[in-house]
């Protein structure tokens, strides 16, 4: 900083690459990019000439892309998917408690425990073991026939109580297997601080497990915003039971193509997040780290 | 109180069908430094962690300050843990908490310690061992030296009466054994009882007041560092001995 005209010496070394070979690489570079994008235009036009040459194409247009039934049926169907987007919001966290209650259950080792253990092992076998759709028929006009006092006769919330059964037997399983990745050294070394056998699971097992299974539990929140349609064999009007209506009255199948992109306008976000979320962790396994 | 920290009168422990430890008698003074070598396998690590009680003994009695019982069914060994700090071979750090996360966890949740009150107690370890800078990194970010180092202070954050080190730098790159030794050194001189596990027999000879030869599960040799390392009794000892140093 004491003379002018020369860069401030932050200390850091400047790494060095070869002029000639920065210059290739950059050409490289840019050809690629020149390459990726023609080929990807190519592959696009050829497609769409392909499928729309097709003799059947007109028919097939008029059946499943029609613009005039998109936008009729749009509106229906996208206030109906938000249904589905409630069913979600509502099932995703007490799959979350239920499944770790249950996978913290079949890690207990007391006597006092056995009964626990035995309950969330036989929870695990059954509901992993059931079809969800039979799950949903099962309870959501099994329950209201009972007719039992104070207890909800509304099918809406059977069909989710029901997700909420088959889901938190799988986040279970997946939640005992990150438990059981943390190696017992974590735990011996946490006992001999003198931390009980709760504190260990609380402080030292749990926050490392949850972390390692995130992108799995991603995969089944993913999979579980697809099965809030099942819950419409039941009644509720959901997206999909909105397209069923629209299309019956039309005979056109567009409606059901609307449901279908608004499924994927939400799953495959949460697709993407979940791959750079396990991108993220392999990168740091590879680095030999965890935090 | 100058008396008898720790005693172990006649332990057997043995893994399925396998014997580790026959009839094992040991005595630790208070402020004793005492080191036990043997070959792999002679049960070194099995009786450092039967003093902890992280593993259950078959038989006989392994006593603290002569007033707890460590093998007594329904021991308080939450209350032994707080009372003996153990350092192991392949340091055992927290690794999603930070350094200074690991050093006052347990400070917090076991002692009742504030959190103000536990880290000011961590800075200052840590700033005594030369990590002060280290405080706010994860495990992760450390060489394995630095991270051993911070296994000790975790282990002292809690004020021991005893430390136990189990071969701590057995997963050591050579050029960083030098640097945890001198940390055990250092608490040698400021009195800390010591019981190690270790294969790095010149620190043997400089430091421990006394060496136990351990063989078949038991403490076949023990006396000062010049009685075993210069003359020892036993053949095996000698041989051993004879092996560690041709390497």
Redesign the interface.
């Known amino acids: 900083m004491t003379t002018s005209g020369t860069e401030p010496d932050t200390g850091a070394p400047i790494p060095y690459v070869d002029p000639v070979r920065r210059d290739l690489q950059r050409r490289k570079a840019i050809r690629d990019t020149v390459i990726a994008s023609v080929s990807i235009a190519v592959v696009v036009v050829a497609g769409v000439a392909l499928v729309t040459s097709a003799a059947g194409w007109p028919l097939v247009r008029d059946t499943f892309f029609s613009g005039e039934q998109i936008g009729s049926t749009l509106p229906e169907i996208a206030s109906a998917f938000w249904l589905n987007v409630r069913i979600f919001l509502v099932a995703e966290p007490l799959i979350l408690v239920v499944g770790l209650a249950i996978a913290l259950s079949r890690g207990t080792r007391s006597p006092l425990t056995f009964p626990l253990r035995v309950v969330a092992t036989v929870y695990t076998d059954i509901f992993r073991g059931i079809p969800t759709i039979l799950l949903v028929f099962l309870l959501g006009f099994g329950v209201p026939a009972l007719g039992l006092s104070g207890v909800p006769n509304d099918p809406l919330v059977w069909g989710t109580v029901a997700l909420v059964i088959s889901y938190s037997a799988y986040v279970a399983e997946v939640f005992r297997a990150g438990i059981d990745s943390v190696h017992p050294s974590q735990r011996a070394a946490a006992r001999s601080l003198g931390l009980s056998s709760v504190q260990t699971t609380r402080y030292v097992v749990l926050p490392q497990a949850v972390r390692r299974v995130v992108p799995p539990l991603l995969n089944d929140f993913i999979s579980l915003q697809k099965d809030t349609a099942l819950v419409s064999v039941i009644g509720p009007i959901e997206a999909l039971r909105q397209a069923q209506i629209d299309s019956s009255f039309t005979f056109n199948f567009t409606p059901y193509v609307v449901a279908a992109v608004l499924f994927i306008a939400l799953t495959v976000p949460m697709t993407r997040c979940a791959d750079w979320l396990n991108a993220r962790s392999a990168r740091e396994r590879g680095a030999g780290g965890s935090t | 109180m100058s008396g008898t920290t720790l005693a172990i009168e006649g332990v057997h422990k043995a893994f399925g069908t396998n014997p580790v430890l026959r009839a094992l008698d040991l005595r630790v003074a208070e402020h004793e430094v005492v080191v036990l070598i043997g070959a792999s396998g002679s049960g070194k690590s099995t009786l450092l962690r039967c003093i902890?009680g992280?593993l259950p003994v078959d038989a006989g009695r392994i006593m603290l300050d002569d007033d707890i019982e460590v093998t007594a069914l329904g021991a308080d060994l939450?209350?032994v843990?707080?009372r003996v700090?153990?350092v192991?071979q392949?340091f055992?750090?927290?690794?999603?908490r930070s350094v200074l996360d690991n050093v006052t966890?347990?400070q917090r949740?076991?002692?009742g310690r504030s959190k103000a009150e536990a880290e000011q107690h961590g800075h200052d370890l840590l700033t005594s061992f030369g990590l002060s800078d280290k405080a706010m990194s994860?495990p992760?970010?450390l060489s394995g030296g630095q991270q051993q180092r911070v296994a000790i202070v975790?282990?002292l954050a809690?004020d021991p009466e005893i430390m136990l080190f189990d071969e701590i730098t057995s997963a050591l790159d050579p050029q960083l054994v030098g640097e945890v030794l001198d940390v055990v050194r250092g608490l040698s001189h400021a009195g800390m009882t010591i019981l190690m596990a270790t294969h790095e027999m010149a620190f043997a000879q400089e430091c421990a007041d006394r060496v136990c030869f351990l063989d078949g599960g038991a403490v076949l040799e023990e006396g000062t560092a010049q009685q075993v390392f210069g003359d020892a009794r036993e053949q095996r000892t000698r041989d051993f001995l004879a092996r560690v140093r041709a390497r």
Not at chain 2, 92 to 96: E, G, S, T, Y
């Open positions: 902890n992280l939450d209350e843990r707080r700090g153990i192991f392949s055992n750090l927290f690794p999603h966890l347990a949740k076991v002692l994860f992760d970010r975790r282990a809690m």
